[in-house]
Structures are given as structure tokens and as C-alpha cells.
């Protein structure tokens, strides 16, 4: 019979073996509402990096090569972002001024998410304005501004989101 020693033993070889295979948690890919990510800091997903350099630059990262950026770099030291209550995410100086923004906030406090997706494309979402709760990975219901819902069907299961400009 064997020991619980012996039992640890075995077991913990393989956990981190395992670990080396587990996909990366949601909160590593996410910034809340009121959240902030400080210099040198990032977002991460795979292989794509959302950094706020120690330069004030926001740079989001593909396997190392820059894909986009704030073009920030230089304006100030010690940045940090903030998804803001009011759907804006906003690079701040180390003084509290702002220096770039998504211009995405429209005065409302809601609750917002910055989101690093597995597409590589980085995305403010917030309040839904409706919602038919009946997508299970088909059909949907599309809504914008000003128009009426219109049923949608994929043949891929993928979710599409249009929201207002």
C-alpha cells in the first residue's frame, strides 16, 4: 500500500508537468472598471502582450514584435492605464494627467472591461443594451443604435458585438 509520502511524491511530478500546459487564467487578459495597470505591467494572452511601458507608451505585443502602440513614448515618466467607470480607458501621467484616451466614455458610470482576446484584438466592453438571452453558440440578436433587433445565424458559432461609435 503505498504512503502518502510516496503518494505526494508521485503526484507532485506530475502537477507540474501539467502546469506547464495550462492555458493562461482570464484575469491575466482583463483590466476591471477602476482597475490600473502600472508601469511595466501587462496584460497578457499567449502570445500577445499589452504592456504600459516605464516610457508612458501603451504597446500591445505579438510574440515580441509591436503590433500597436499609444505612440505616448516620452510624453511623461511613471504612467499607468485606467479602464474608467465611464467606458474610457485612459494613459495617465505620473502627475494624474491624462495624455491619451480611447475617447469611449460616454459620462455614464457603468461597469467596463478592457479584454486582451485570443485574436490579439483589445476591446472596451461594457453595459449590454439588450438582450434576447438565447445565443447558445448560434443564433443572436443584433442590435444597433436606432434600428431594431434582427435575428442573425453563424455557421461557425462565433459571437460578433457591434457597438455604438
Known amino acids: 500500500m503505498a504512503t502518502p509520502a510516496s503518494l505526494a511524491f508521485l503526484t507532485l511530478p506530475a502537477l507540474l508537468f501539467l502546469s506547464l500546459f495550462a492555458s493562461p487564467s482570464s484575469a491575466e487578459n482583463i483590466l476591471y472598471t477602476n482597475e490600473v495597470l502600472y508601469s511595466d505591467n501587462s496584460l497578457t494572452y499567449n502570445y500577445y502582450r499589452l504592456t504600459m511601458q516605464s516610457d508612458c507608451n501603451l504597446v500591445l505585443y505579438d510574440n515580441g514584435y509591436p503590433v500597436w502602440a499609444t505612440d505616448t513614448g516620452g510624453l511623461a515618466s511613471g504612467c499607468y492605464l485606467k479602464m474608467q467607470g465611464d467606458g474610457n ?13 480611447s475617447n469611449t466614455g460616454d459620462g455614464g458610470n457603468a461597469n467596463y472591461v478592457l479584454v486582451l482576446q485570443r485574436d490579439r484584438n483589445v476591446v472596451v466592453y461594457g453595459p449590454a443594451r439588450w438582450a434576447a438571452h438565447s445565443n447558445a453558440y448560434g443564433s443572436g440578436v443584433v442590435i444597433t443604435d436606432g434600428q431594431k433587433a434582427s435575428n442573425v445565424s453563424t455557421t461557425t458559432g462565433d459571437i460578433a458585438m457591434v457597438t455604438k461609435n
Open 89 to 101: 480607458l485612459v494613459v495617465y501621467s505620473n502627475t494624474n494627467r491624462a495624455i491619451w484616451a
